[in-house]
T-cell receptor, first 113, second 112 residues
Framework: DAGVTQSPTHLIKTRGQQVTLRCSPKSGHDTVSWYQQALGQGPQFIFQYYEEEERQRGNFPDRFSGHQFPNYSSELNVNALLLGDSALYLC????????????FGPGTRLTVL | SQKIEQNSEALNIQEGKTATLTCNYTNYSPAYLQWYRQDPGRGPVFLLLIRENEKEKRKERLKVTFDTTLKQSLFHITASQPADSATYLCALALDSSYKLIFGSGTRLLVRP
C-alpha cells in the first residue's frame, strides 16, 4: 500500500499564474481533505471532498477550488496566485465511516515569486 | 475567540526521560482530539486519537489524556529517544466530518 501520494513534490510559480496539485488517497479511502501549511504554523483546512462533491470548506477564497474523481483521487486548483499562497499543501485521506484517523501525504511545496 | 494553544517554545529533554506536551483549547467542544508527529518538510503522521468520552489512550510509549473540563490534552512520550525529536501537532475535530483544526505545534528535542 503506497499510502497517500501527492504530485508534484515542489513547484515554483509567479504571481497571477494558476496551479493544479494532485492527490491519490490511501487504498480504500473515499474522503479527501486539503490543507495549507505556512512555515512554522499548523495545517489549515481548505476543503474536503466525498462522493465527488465538496462537503466542507474552510476560510479560503474562491480562488481555491477542487475536484474529486470517481477513483477518489483529487485535485486542488489555485487561480491568480499571490505571494501569500506560498506554503506546503497537504492532502489527507480517510474512510468516511466509521470515523477514524486521517492519513496525510508528503505534501507539495508551492513557492510563488 | 476560538483558540488552540501549544507551547511555542521547544521542549528540550534528556534521552530516557518522559516528554509531556500540552494542548489547550478555548471555545471549542471537540468530539475528537488527535496528535500528529511532523518532521521538517514532511506531512503529519497520525499518532493517537481520543474521543470526548475517553479520558486516556495508550499506544506503546505514547499516552494521551483528554480533560474536557479543563479543555486540555496532555501527550506523553515515555523513555524518550533522539528519534522522537520532531514537531508534535494537536488537532481537534468538532464532529465526524474530518475537518481538523490544528494547533501550531511544539518542537521536541531529545538529547542523547
Amino acid at each position: 500500500d503506497a499510502g497517500v501520494t501527492q504530485s508534484p513534490t515542489h513547484l515554483i510559480k509567479t504571481r497571477g499564474q494558476q496551479v493544479t496539485l494532485r492527490c491519490s488517497p490511501k487504498s480504500g479511502h473515499d474522503t479527501v481533505s486539503w490543507y495549507q501549511q505556512a512555515l512554522g504554523q499548523g495545517p489549515q483546512f481548505i476543503f474536503q471532498y466525498y462522493e465527488e462533491e465538496e462537503r466542507q470548506r474552510g476560510n479560503f477564497p474562491d480562488r481555491f477550488s477542487g475536484h474529486q474523481f470517481p477513483n477518489y483521487s483529487s485535485e486542488l486548483n489555485v487561480n491568480a496566485l499571490l505571494l501569500g499562497d506560498s506554503a506546503l499543501y497537504l492532502c489527507a485521506s480517510s474512510l468516511r465511516y466509521p470515523y477514524n484517523e486521517q492519513f496525510f501525504g508528503p505534501g507539495t511545496r508551492l513557492t510563488v515569486l | 475567540s476560538q483558540k488552540i494553544e501549544q507551547n511555542s517554545e521547544a521542549l528540550n529533554i534528556q534521552e530516557g526521560k518522559t516528554a509531556t506536551l500540552t494542548c489547550n483549547y478555548t471555545n471549542y467542544s471537540p468530539a475528537y482530539l488527535q496528535w500528529y508527529r511532523q518532521d521538517p518538510g514532511r506531512g503529519p503522521v497520525f499518532l493517537l486519537l481520543i474521543r470526548e468520552n475517553e479520558k486516556e489512550k495508550r499506544k506503546e510509549r505514547l499516552k494521551v489524556t483528554f480533560d474536557t473540563t479543563l479543555k486540555q490534552s496532555l501527550f506523553h512520550i515515555t523513555a524518550s529517544q533522539p528519534a522522537d525529536s520532531a514537531t508534535y501537532l494537536c488537532a481537534l475535530a468538532l464532529d465526524s466530518s474530518y475537518k481538523l483544526i490544528f494547533g501550531s505545534g511544539t518542537r521536541l528535542l531529545v538529547r542523547p
